[in-house]
């Protein structure tokens, strides 16, 4: 029989997956809450009801497993065919406790591949990614815990000598307005490329849900980096990923945001023409990242190459099983219906925050992905800043609403920084709230209005001080 689904699932992360006194994660979402309206899938999601069966059969599966070897290709069988990359050949899925730990591996990769070069790691969107990624990137750790349960020491290096320049560009600047990488990343592979491997990292739906300026790798030096593409949202186009294999782009990905598995599991596809070169490189460079990585995260052929931890992660396991039968679930939805629903939804939503006195729209909403809104949040003609959000954002998602509402929690996106110490917040519907909608045949979108007016009344309660 499962175990207590809370024991099992806050395991093989980070402590990012562990529960507080409270009982929640530090964003303020229970690992289980069945009835929760989630608006947050940008940030996290939750075990409900969908979810019961996926981590059942993955547990039994763990637990009769003769080969857990057989377990991962399985699972690597049905992301390929779910994506669409049966045909592509030698295409490769890497996998990893999270998002952010799938941002080790271009550096890695790099290094393998350039033996003895210094790497400069590059991010654009750095302010709108995930607050560990940077760390990553550099080869640090950024957790306290790894995916084995283990303590390590957050804030040091994982990667011995190896000298890893991270360089962050943002998207927005100050005062919240896009900006464009294109001019920078020319520029520093320029000044870097003579002496450097250089991993330039984009974002195909940032937190806001702005997909980056793709048409940078058709620039003239784009064949002297490695292209890396965040797409850890999951909130894609069907020939997106196609394209950017073909491109010899790693991707990451999650089942945890979009497709709203509770968090968190990640994968990393590598094109057939990169993976080769990995298969033949010497990989004792990179044996110290055993503290993050286990042997069932690397495809069966790197795994007499590395000696990375020999444990298996149940709860990971778990975690992508829930994500990949959403994601077949999702798959079965007619395309027109679906995106129907999402139009009415981010416009009927867009219509309230624009006549709303405490709300304003984030700048960049054309460029958004359709299925997020970004928007700061004021108080007597005043922004709340980064940590009156944060304050605020995981009071109002642990709060109990059954009285007043009927309904005991409801959850958001977290704040997501830009500025000094600006923020703003967001709603976010994942596949499961789509389903919802076209099943339900919904157009009044009776939850989200709801969720709204609490907003208001708690953002007019707890500051209610403020001049």
């Known amino acids: ?46 075990v409900t009801d969908c979810n019961y069966e996926s981590i059942q059969n993955a547990y039994q599966e763990y637990k009769t497993a003769r080969n857990y070897s057989d377990l991962i290709r399985r699972r690597s069988r049905s992301l390929k065919t779910l994506l ?31 033996p003895g070069r210094p790497i400069l790691n590059v991010i654009t969107s750095a302010d709108e990614v995930g607050g560990g990624t940077g760390i990553a990137a550099e080869g640090i750790y950024h957790g306290a815990y790894n995916q084995f349960d283990e303590e390590v020491p957050k804030g040091n290096k994982v990667s011995g000598g190896t000298k890893i320049k ?37 974002t195909h739906c940032s937190k806001s849900g702005i997909a980056d300026y793709l048409e940078v790798m058709d620039a003239p030096w784009a064949d002297k980096v490695l292209w ?60 110290m990242y055993k503290s993050v990585f286990s042997i069932y995260d690397i495809p069966a052929e790197l795994r007499v190459k590395v000696d990375f931890n020999r444990e298996f992660n149940p709860a990971l396991h ?3 099983q829930c994500a990949i039968d959403e994601m077949f679930r999702f798959k079965k939805l007619e395309i ?9 939804w981010h416009k009927k939503i867009v219509d309230i925050i624009n006549e709303s006195e405490e709300f304003e729209l984030m700048p960049g909403l054309d460029r958004s992905i359709k299925t997020i809104i ?20 995981y009071n109002f998602c642990t709060k109990d609403f059954t009285e007043e509402y009927g309904q005991k929690h409801v959850f958001i996106g977290q704040p997501v920084k830009y500025g000094k110490n600006e923020g703003f917040i967001r709603l ?10 076209v099943t339900d045949d919904e157009t009044i979108f009776e939850n989200d209005k709801m969720l709204i007016h609490m907003l208001k009344k708690e953002l007019n309660t707890a500051f209610a001080y403020v001049d």
């Not at 395991?11 to 409270?22: A, F, I, L, V, W």
């Not at 991270?166 to 294109?182: E, M, N």
């Not at 027109?336 to 009415?344: E, I, N, P, T, Y």
């Not at 976010?428 to 909608?437: H, L, Q, V, W």
């Open 318 to 320: 778990a975690r992508w």
């Open 1 to 46: 029989m499962l175990p207590n689904i809370e024991e099992f699932l806050e395991k093989g992360c980070n402590e990012r997956t562990y529960r507080n006194k409270d009982g929640f994660l530090k964003y303020g979402i229970a690992i289980h809450s069945p009835t929760l309206i989630n608006r947050g899938s940008c940030t996290s999601s939750t």
């Open 84 to 114: 669409g990359m049966q045909r592509r050949g030698k295409d490769m899925i890497f996998y990893g406790p999270s998002g952010t730990d799938l941002s080790y591996y271009p550096g890695m990769f790099i290094k393998v591949l350039n």
């Open 428 to 437: 976010a519907i994942g596949s499961k709230n789509i389903r919802e909608f």
């Open 374 to 393: 970004s928007f700061r949040v004021k108080v007597n003609n005043k922004f709340l800043n980064l940590e009156e959000l944060k304050k605020f954002h």
């Open 166 to 202: 991270v360089h962050g560009l943002d998207l927005r600047s100050d005062t919240g307005t896009l900006v464009s990488p294109l001019e920078d990343l020319g520029t520093i592979v320029t000044n870097y490329v003579d002496n450097h491997a250089i991993v330039i990292n984009l």
């Open 336 to 344: 027109a219906a679906a995106r129907g629903k999402v139009d009415l």
């Open 228 to 287: 890396n593409v965040d797409m850890c949202q999951f909130r894609y186009e069907e020939n997106i990923i196609k394209d950017l294999l073909a491109r010899n782009a790693t991707i990451m990905l999650t089942g945890s945001k979009f497709f709203q598995s509770p968090p968190f599991c990640g994968a990393m596809l590598v094109p057939a023409a990169m993976y080769e070169k990995l298969v033949d490189a010497d990989w004792s460079k990179v044996r």
